[in-house]
């Protein structure tokens, strides 16, 4: 069974960085592209970033370029979400969800399977 | 500034049939958009219902149904139950490897 699990949230200042996790069991890890996604209290989701199955190529939401690193260690099967630059705006629950291919194309970009999510907190 | 757009809320009685849609303020959402649509109650993660247009997912029940209407992509529920009452989202394919959700539907059943 295909289990995600994310680690990392909590509360951190404007300016700061904090680095999500997302570990994941149940499959070949580097056989599937991984996506984060985000949900701000009482809002709606936000597609935030994608990588490839071999981790060689990345894409961004404009709301988080520059500021945001997405990464994975297929040897740990875990997804990684560097953020810097936190904003209160960043404020939201982060999934990370796997998307069906190691390839980043329009027709694989949907999900079958999400995590729980974890809470970033943007506050001084 | 691309936005996708979709019915804040809406409204079907039980056993009725309700559509929801899923547009872009710039132009006509086609196939090569490669709608997805997403369920997902207050609190939990969301669940896949159709990708691709209308391919339903594992274990969804043929109750729910994408296509394209128009210019919107679309996802119809015939007969809706009571625990369908939930947020629905749809996801678009941009281009250059970037997807936008749209603002999402809040269907209530009653």
């Known amino acids: 069974e295909v289990q995600l699990s994310e680690s990392g949230g909590g509360l951190v200042q404007p300016g700061g960085s904090l680095r999500l996790s997302c570990a994941a069991s149940?499959?070949?890890?580097?056989?599937?592209?991984m996506t984060w996604v985000r949900q701000a209290p009482g809002k709606g989701l936000e597609w935030v970033s994608i990588?490839?199955?071999?981790?060689?190529?990345?894409y961004y939401a404009d709301s988080v370029k520059g500021r945001f690193t997405i990464s994975r260690d297929n040897l740990r099967s875990t997804l990684y979400l560097q953020m810097n630059g936190l904003r209160a705006e960043d404020t939201a629950v982060y999934f990370c969800?796997?998307?069906?291919?190691?390839?980043?194309?329009?027709?694989?970009?949907?999900?079958?399977?999400w995590g729980q999510g974890t809470l970033v907190t943007v506050s001084s | 500034q691309t936005v996708v757009t979709q019915e804040p809320a809406l409204s079907v009685s039980p056993g009725e049939t309700v559509t929801l849609t899923c547009g872009l303020n710039?132009?006509?959402?086609?196939?090569?958009?490669?709608p997805n649509w997403y369920q997902q109650t207050p609190g939990q993660a969301p669940r896949t219902l159709i990708y691709?247009?209308?391919i339903r997912s594992s274990g969804v029940p043929d109750r729910f149904s994408g296509s394209i209407l128009g210019n919107k992509a679309a996802l119809t529920i015939t007969g809706a139950q009571a625990d369908d009452e939930s947020n629905y989202y749809c996801?678009?394919?941009?281009?250059?490897?970037?997807?936008?959700f749209g603002g999402g539907t809040k269907l209530t059943v009653l």
């Open positions: 996801l678009l394919y941009i281009d250059s490897g970037i997807w936008m």
């Open positions: 710039s132009g006509s959402v086609s196939t090569t958009y490669y």
């Open positions: 149940g499959l070949t890890f580097d056989s599937y592209s």
């Open positions: 990588i490839s199955g071999s981790g060689g190529t990345s």
């Open positions: 969800a796997k998307n069906p291919s190691p390839r980043i194309v329009g027709r694989l970009g949907y999900h079958d399977y």
């Open positions: 691709n247009t209308d």
